[in-house]
């Protein structure tokens, strides 16, 4: 009787719940956008869940988070999945206490049928969105801020994260700095949870180059079936991935990283001079500077240039 109310419709029925039981799903960041995610996923009876998230809970996060009431100072990991345990044993949720970055990302991406970006970071989004063109899956991406918000399908035959937005905006905000409210994120990641349950019940049309997105209350909605990939673009790599001959330079401030990503990093140099055949590896808190570097020295140099989000210490 659990999936009664949805097999009885025609666009799921009992075959579509069997998919729905057969189905592995990704959800990057257990916040205010994968709660609703996991709960609508969990509930909806999908067969496997894997979430990673790095963060432990705050009081603050509760006002949008509010599934966490009694898991304060617990990893959100591990309390989502003692809470989709309650809500239906049918689905099998993994948590992963970690952080996504581009040396796990392949991995998990490649063994999930789907992924969703929930984790509300550029560096992350921009990290998946590579990684399931890749690999030819899904990705159902979003973003939330103040009272505004959106929702979008990319790959597996559609555009990629890229396509869309080739460029990112000269400064963004983060809930802490801007705020959020919590309905909102409700609002755009139960949006998440929907457009993912019609890509795996293979629904008509598919949100899968569809881009919905609200401003208050207002909802907008367009397509982008046709919007080329770039030649180009900033890709990020994790701290492992650096190289000994990389030209690392550290963009935070000495009172916001008392030592640098690594060793040999430079801080602020007045010029760079990268060697023939020399990678520049810019690193800072959340890529946005690193990325605003690298347009600054793409203008003058044609070598290679990596970027790094080092995120907040965990």
């Not at 496997?48 to 509010?66: F, G, K, M, W, Y």
């Not at 500077?289 to 140099?301: K, P, S, V």
Request: charged share 20%; proline share 9%; net charge neutral.
């Amino acid at each position: 009787m659990r999936y009664a109310r949805q097999t009885v419709l025609p666009a799921i029925g009992e075959a579509g719940q069997a998919r729905l039981a057969a189905a592995h799903v990704l959800v990057v960041g257990a916040g205010a956008l994968g709660i609703p995610v996991l709960q609508y996923l969990t509930g909806a009876g999908v067969g496997r869940i894997t979430v990673i998230d790095p963060d432990r809970i705050e009081t603050s996060n509760l006002h949008r988070q509010p599934i966490y009431g009694r898991h304060v100072g617990q990893p959100k990991a591990l309390a989502a999945t003692l809470e989709m345990a309650a809500l239906n044993p049918d689905t099998t949720v993994t948590p992963v206490v970690a952080r996504l970055d581009p040396a796990n990302a392949p991995g998990l991406v490649a063994g999930a049928d789907l992924t969703l970006d929930c984790a509300d970071s550029f560096a992350a989004t921009y990290t998946l969105s590579d990684a399931c063109l890749a690999a030819g899956r899904p990705l159902i991406a979003a973003s939330v801020l103040r009272t505004e918000g959106f929702a979008g399908g990319f790959c597996e035959g559609a555009p990629s994260v890229r396509a869309v937005f080739p460029d990112l905006p000269a400064q963004t905000g983060t809930c802490a700095t801007a705020g959020v409210m919590g309905p909102m994120a409700g609002l755009i990641g139960a949006l998440q949870a929907q457009m993912a349950m019609a890509v795996l019940l293979g629904l008509h049309p598919s949100p899968l180059g569809q881009m919905i997105r609200f401003d208050g209350l207002r909802p907008a909605s367009f397509r982008f079936d046709g919007a080329p990939e770039p030649l180009t673009g900033h890709r990020f790599i994790a701290p492992g991935q650096m190289r000994p001959d990389d030209l690392a330079v550290e963009l935070r401030g000495p009172d916001e990283a008392p030592r640098p990503f690594v060793p040999h990093a430079l801080r602020q140099p007045e010029r760079l001079r990268p060697a023939d055949g020399q990678r520049v590896v810019f690193a800072c808190r959340s890529g946005l500077r690193a990325w605003a570097a690298a347009d600054r020295l793409r203008r003058d140099w044609p070598g290679a240039i990596a970027l790094v989000a080092l995120g907040d210490p965990l």
